[in-house]
């Protein structure tokens, strides 16, 4: 009862209650991140940050600049996200040795086989039906297993509430039909987001050139990336 109550509160918002039913496999959410599409000016973290009021210092997204540098016939790849790319990046000289640059978004990847779901001790994070992966503040203990369960470096601990907090594709708008808040003020459409069945979603997971980050875990993260280089995997 207390975790049907959590939902409740987290969709509803008002005095309207959302019956959650159970959702068919072409109901499941999935999320596209185009890097190619990406300018790093930083509006999705601090939209993400307004709308689910993230604690200071701490991200539920982020977004990476990766450089690429040749010394010869040596590729280094150097990766940087100043204060989560809140903020935008900073110029960066361009020269011969600079052989490629580009942004990319991170956040939780909702895994089917999500290994946070797996460690928690008190059953706090689950997957819904549509393929979200929450957290019960009212049941987490704060261990921060899962936090070392995710190879995506997504989750982070609320030392305010004590508790494990992390991306939750903003469940309380998209439930309404709303998109993510990332999503919604990402102004080149770097930000992809819809249900399975929907043909956008569909036509985006036809491009040869989308995967999705260490496929080797078998995960199965429902976040998929296009246009970034062997670098990011």
Same mark, same amino acid.
């Given at each position: 009862m207390q975790r049907r109550e959590f939902v409740k509160k987290i969709i509803a918002g008002s005095a309207i209650v959302l =019956?959650? &039913? !159970?959702? &068919?496999s072409d109901d499941v959410f999935i999320y596209i991140v185009d890097a190619a599409k990406c300018i790093g000016c930083g509006s999705c973290v601090r939209a993400c940050r307004k709308e689910n009021k993230? =604690?200071?210092? &701490?991200y539920r997204t982020w977004v990476e600049r990766y450089v690429v540098t040749t010394d010869g016939s040596? $590729?280094?790849?150097?990766v940087e996200s100043p204060h989560g790319g809140e903020y935008g990046f900073e110029d960066i000289e361009v020269n011969d040795e600079v052989l490629r640059t #580009?942004?990319?978004p991170k956040l939780c990847m909702h895994c089917e086989k999500a290994p946070c779901v797996k460690v928690c !001790?008190?059953?706090?994070?689950w997957l819904t039906p549509e393929g979200v992966v929450l957290i019960d503040k009212s049941h987490c203990i704060g261990c921060k297993y899962c936090i070392q369960a995710c190879p995506y470096g997504a989750r982070y601990f609320n030392h305010h509430e004590r508790v494990v907090d992390k991306c939750t594709w903003c469940y309380h708008r998209i439930m309404r039909d709303l998109k993510p808040a990332?999503?919604?003020?990402?102004p080149t459409g770097a930000r992809i987001f819809g249900k399975l069945s929907d043909e956008h979603i569909?036509?985006?997971?036809?491009?040869?050139?989308?995967?999705?980050?260490? !496929? $080797?875990?078998n995960t199965r993260p429902k976040?998929? #990336?296009?246009?970034v280089g062997w670098e990011v995997w």
């Open positions: =019956m959650i &039913k !159970p959702a &068919k993230v =604690m200071e210092g &701490k040596i $590729e280094s790849v150097h #580009y942004f990319v !001790p008190v059953k706090a994070t990332c999503v919604t003020v990402c569909q036509a985006a997971l036809r491009d040869r050139n989308i995967q999705v980050l260490k !496929p $080797e875990l976040v998929f #990336y296009k246009n």
